[in-house]
C-alpha cells in the first residue's frame, strides 16, 4: 500500500516534514489527484460566487484576486504564472486550471467557502 493511499494530504504532509526532521528518508510516488480527489468534483462556480460574487476579474485589494480569491503566492505555487501575472487577469477557465491543480496539491483548505 503506498503512503498516498494511506494517508491524506494533510496527514502525508506531517509525516513527510517529521521524517525530515529526524533525519528518515521518505519516498512517496504522487500521481495527480491522489491526494486531494475533491478537486474533480469542486463546484467552482458556486465556489467564485460566494469568494467574489462571481467576479472572475476580482481585485479589491484585499492580497486575493480573481473569482476564487487567489493569494498571489498560491497563484504563483500552482503554476498560474504560465496564464497570467494574477489570477485577476487570467480567464475564467485558466482560474479554474489552476484551482484544480491547487486543490490536487494542497486540498480544497485554500477556499473558505468550499470547507
Not at 484585499?62 to 480567464?91: C, I, M, V
Request: with cysteine; aromatic share 8%.
Amino acid at each position: 500500500m503506498s503512503l498516498t493511499s494511506r494517508f491524506s494530504g494533510s496527514s502525508l504532509r506531517r509525516l513527510v516534514s517529521g521524517a525530515s526532521l529526524t533525519g528518515a528518508v521518505v519516498a512517496a510516488v504522487v500521481v495527480p489527484g491522489a491526494l486531494a480527489p475533491a478537486a474533480q468534483a469542486a463546484n467552482w462556480e458556486a465556489i467564485a460566487q460566494c469568494e467574489s460574487s462571481g467576479n472572475w476579474r476580482a481585485n479589491t485589494g484585499n492580497g486575493h484576486y480573481g473569482g476564487l480569491q487567489f493569494k498571489q503566492s498560491s497563484w504563483e505555487w500552482a503554476g498560474g504564472l504560465r496564464y497570467a501575472p494574477r489570477a485577476d487577469l487570467a480567464t475564467k477557465s485558466q482560474q479554474i486550471a489552476v484551482a484544480e491543480r491547487l486543490a490536487r496539491l494542497q486540498g480544497m483548505s485554500a477556499w473558505t467557502c468550499a470547507r
